[in-house]
């Protein structure tokens, strides 16, 4: 695509806030994104396809791989990357993957670290150090220790918004660095993914926390329900 339709795309892409604390709302529907992003080429097209791929938590067709496999596939993925800036961000995303899942493997109970299975270079740091909270990483990834008491405490949701807001920040410095290019238009779409999966979780959290207090409420009325009955009874 050329440099010149940048200038006729990104400024139709309405801007998501500084930061992720300040959103209130998508501004565009996928629907709405999707058309504008059409003016894409096919080439691009594809490398979007790739870049949202990579980063989603979710990746239909993938719950049947092993973990062999599934890093497998986020090389291959990833190795088609062309945008240099992107693919590191894209492979910072795995590692940080690597690491939770590692943590989680642990406090499910597996005691050793030699069949673990994980993305990049450090993978044999994590399987030497298994038996540590950081892996030996902390001085790298300063948030492991505080990762794994939140685990720990089945805090996993709220881990998982605080590294979106780290990712949310470097996308948006993506965005800032790389003006009118692929790389803006990649990092504008994967922070409205990241917009997304944010307000829906915290409409499943209000809608959570409401449920609890009908449940709380109920009880409460059926106790003063059955009380009323035993003093109009004596």
């Not at 939770?100 to 150090?129: C, K, M, P, T």
């Not at 300063?142 to 990712?167: D, I, N, Y």
Request: with cysteine; aromatic share 10%; hydrophobic share 40%.
């Amino acid at each position: 695509m050329s440099s010149s339709s940048y200038y006729t795309l990104i400024p139709a892409l309405p801007a998501l806030p500084a930061r992720m604390d300040q959103l209130k709302e998508l501004p565009i529907s996928i629907l709405q994104l999707e058309k504008r992003l059409g003016m894409l080429d096919a080439a691009d097209q594809r490398q979007l396809a790739l870049a949202l791929r990579l980063f989603q938590r979710e990746r239909d067709g993938d719950e049947e791989l092993s973990d062999r496999d599934e890093v497998q596939h986020w090389q291959q993925e990833l190795a088609q990357i062309q945008d240099h800036t992107l693919k590191q961000l894209l492979e910072q995303h795995l590692i940080w993957r690597t690491l939770i899942a590692a943590q989680r493997y642990r406090l499910a109970g597996q005691s050793e670290g030699n069949g673990f299975q994980g993305f990049g270079d450090l993978v044999w740091l994590i399987r030497r150090h298994w038996q540590e909270s950081d892996f030996s990483l902390a001085g790298r990834f300063p948030w492991l220790v505080e990762a794994q008491s939140m685990l720990k405490k089945g805090q996993s949701s709220e881990l998982e918004q605080q590294l979106l807001v780290w990712f949310w920040q470097q996308l948006r410095e993506l965005e800032q660095c790389n003006p009118f290019s692929f790389t803006a238009v990649a990092a504008y779409r994967l922070r409205w993914s990241i917009a997304e999966y944010r307000l829906r979780w915290q409409g499943e959290q209000a809608q959570e926390q409401f449920s609890r207090l009908v449940t709380s409420a109920l009880a409460g009325f059926k106790q003063d329900e059955t009380l009323h009955s035993v003093t109009e009874a004596g």
